[in-house]
């Protein structure tokens, strides 16, 4: 047994905790759970504080529970929500489950023994309570009054726009709270944790336990995760970073987190890695010493990549940011596929040309401003080639006079042009 909250506390994790949980954690291996809402296939990286969390709870002794909400799915959060959101078929939903188990089980040690990680559906015991045995035997212990109280109800009565807040999703705390209940109930489960947003849901859950059952739980928070510069955690500009390596490429993904901010990685590599504080501390005193080296950036994104994905898709990743950021050689793209050569290009412009005009030959100029639009004007191409700024295939056009054709094709089929240091094209020969 390891102080788990002490854990939580010096990465910087802690948010909230209902008195006596650091001690009772203390006493014996605890159950404690959170919950995952089953709205995608695959959970992103917005989930993985929680993830963590469990994993931290594991290590220190515990015995951690994934609940998988496929009652809740169908029904919404109000929680941080300005908007009622769709609801789930049974169809999705059962897609959703079994897409979330499989990522979780990266994670987490799953089984049957000692403190064997459990995951649970609260469609199973949902399924089997009608609607007034709901409100005799659940409804009955918690006002109206306090879940009027709520922050997550009051922000969305009193938000902009009129859209209220339906029937459907006031009453979420009261099934989350039942969750919590019946977990405890059933499974011995004391402790409810999960986002600092979500500390109102979990108390109700807390307190239906008392005056349903006299009886005693507790709870934790973690914080919200924000980025230094105001921007949402976990989006970019083609939107959230799943941990789907079909939904979001190991390469974004390991550029997600390369991609970190000084102020940004310092507080992550504590949340989203198992390094101890003192290789953390190791870390932060060599990034310091030469900050332009990125150590702390690349030492997250390894960690994290390979802990979501592969050892081998880590190698892809850093192969892939080699060829378009640094000395990446040609032979590297020679290995990769239609589709990863898509992915690795996409939202870089890219033009199409036909195999038998480039066949022909074009010299560089006609090639890209021309056929092209790499370049607005042969005059412009011309002078940035004549001031060593363009490359094509890593390597640098000499003259804009240079003649090209089907023997310089990558892959039988692209054609990469680099102009300046970072702007990629990709020019595709059909």
Same mark, same amino acid.
């Given at each position: 047994?390891?102080?788990?909250?002490?854990?939580?506390?010096?990465?910087?994790?802690?948010? @909230?905790?209902?008195?006596?949980?650091?001690?009772?954690?203390?006493?014996?291996?605890?159950?404690?759970?959170?919950?995952?809402?089953?709205?995608?296939?695959?959970?992103?990286?917005?989930?993985?504080?929680?993830?963590?969390?469990?994993?931290?709870?594991?290590?220190?002794?515990?015995?951690?529970?994934?609940?998988?909400?496929?009652?809740?799915?169908?029904?919404?959060?109000?929680?941080?929500?300005?908007?009622?959101?769709?609801?789930?078929?049974?169809?999705?939903?059962?897609?959703?489950?079994?897409?979330?188990?499989?990522?979780?089980?990266?994670?987490?040690?799953?089984?049957?023994?000692?403190?064997?990680?459990?995951?649970?559906?609260?469609?199973?015991?949902?399924?089997?309570?009608?609607?007034?045995?709901?409100?005799?035997?659940?409804?009955?212990?918690?006002?109206?009054?306090?879940?009027?109280?709520?922050?997550?109800?009051?922000?969305?009565?009193?938000?902009?726009?009129?859209?209220?807040?339906?029937?459907?999703?006031?009453c979420y705390q009261?099934?989350?709270?039942?969750?919590?209940?019946?977990?405890?109930?059933?499974?011995?489960?004391?402790?409810?944790?999960?986002?600092?947003?979500?500390?109102?849901?979990?108390?109700?859950?807390?307190?239906?336990?008392?005056?349903?059952?006299?009886?005693?739980?507790?709870?934790?928070?973690?914080?919200?995760?924000?980025?230094?510069?105001?921007?949402?955690?976990?989006?970019?500009?083609?939107?959230?970073?799943?941990? @789907?390596?079909?939904?979001?490429?190991?390469?974004? %993904?390991?550029?997600?987190?390369?991609?970190?901010?000084?102020?940004?990685?310092?507080?992550?590599?504590?949340?989203?890695?198992?390094?101890?504080?003192?290789?953390?501390?190791?870390?932060?005193?060599?990034?310091?010493?030469?900050?332009?080296?990125?150590?702390?950036?690349?030492?997250?994104?390894?960690?994290?990549?390979?802990?979501?994905?592969?050892?081998?898709?880590?190698?892809?990743?850093?192969?892939?940011?080699?060829?378009? %950021?640094?000395?990446?050689?040609?032979?590297?793209?020679?290995?990769?596929?239609?589709?990863?050569?898509?992915?690795?290009?996409?939202?870089?412009?890219?033009?199409?040309?036909?195999?038998?005009?480039?066949?022909?030959?074009?010299?560089?100029?006609?090639?890209?401003?021309?056929?092209?639009?790499? %370049?607005?004007?042969?005059?412009?191409?011309?002078?940035?080639i004549q001031g060593?700024?363009?490359?094509?295939?890593k390597e640098k056009?000499?003259?804009?006079?240079?003649?090209?054709?089907?023997?310089?094709?990558?892959?039988?089929?692209?054609?990469?042009?680099?102009?300046?240091?970072?702007?990629?094209?990709?020019?595709?020969?059909?």
């Open positions: 047994m390891t102080n788990f909250v002490e854990e939580l506390r010096w990465r910087g994790m802690l948010h @909230d905790i209902m008195p006596h949980t650091e001690e009772k954690l203390k006493e014996s291996m605890t159950s404690g759970y959170i919950g995952f809402d089953p709205t995608a296939d695959s959970l992103h990286v917005g989930h993985l504080t929680q993830i963590m969390t469990l994993i931290h709870f594991q290590r220190a002794g515990h015995k951690p529970f994934a609940l998988v909400g496929g009652a809740t799915g169908m029904v919404g959060d109000p929680s941080g929500k300005s908007a009622e959101r769709n609801l789930l078929s049974e169809e999705q939903l059962a897609i959703n489950l079994a897409g979330i188990k499989n990522q979780l089980s990266k994670f987490l040690t799953f089984g049957d023994r000692g403190n064997d990680a459990v995951m649970v559906n609260n469609a199973d015991w949902f399924r089997n309570i009608n609607f007034l045995d709901f409100i005799r035997d659940v409804g009955k212990h918690i006002t109206v009054n306090y879940m009027m109280a709520k922050d997550s109800v009051k922000k969305r009565l009193e938000g902009d726009g009129g859209a209220g807040l339906s029937f459907t999703e006031f009261l099934i989350q709270g039942y969750d919590f209940y019946y977990l405890w109930k059933n499974h011995d489960c004391l402790l409810q944790m999960g986002g600092s947003d979500q500390w109102g849901n979990i108390v109700t859950g807390t307190e239906l336990i008392r005056r349903k059952d006299s009886g005693t739980a507790y709870a934790i928070t973690t914080q919200l995760i924000k980025k230094a510069d105001g921007t949402k955690f976990g989006k970019t500009e083609s939107g959230a970073v799943w941990l @789907d390596a079909t939904k979001t490429s190991p390469y974004k %993904f390991y550029q997600f987190w390369l991609n970190a901010s000084d102020d940004d990685v310092k507080k992550w590599i504590r949340i989203f890695t198992l390094k101890t504080r003192e290789e953390i501390e190791g870390l932060e005193t060599q990034h310091n010493e030469a900050p332009h080296l990125r150590l702390l950036q690349k030492s997250l994104a390894e960690d994290i990549t390979v802990k979501v994905h592969s050892v081998e898709a880590l190698e892809t990743a850093i192969n892939t940011s080699d060829f378009l %950021f640094g000395n990446g050689s040609l032979a590297f793209f020679a290995t990769l596929n239609k589709e990863q050569v898509l992915e690795i290009f996409e939202g870089i412009p890219q033009f199409t040309i036909a195999k038998e005009e480039l066949a022909k030959g074009l010299d560089a100029s006609t090639l890209l401003a021309e056929k092209t639009s790499v %370049f607005a004007s042969k005059g412009e191409a011309k002078k940035l060593g700024g363009v490359s094509l295939n056009i000499k003259e804009a006079t240079a003649i090209f054709n089907s023997n310089n094709l990558l892959n039988d089929q692209y054609l990469i042009v680099q102009k300046g240091k970072k702007n990629y094209f990709l020019i595709i020969a059909e």
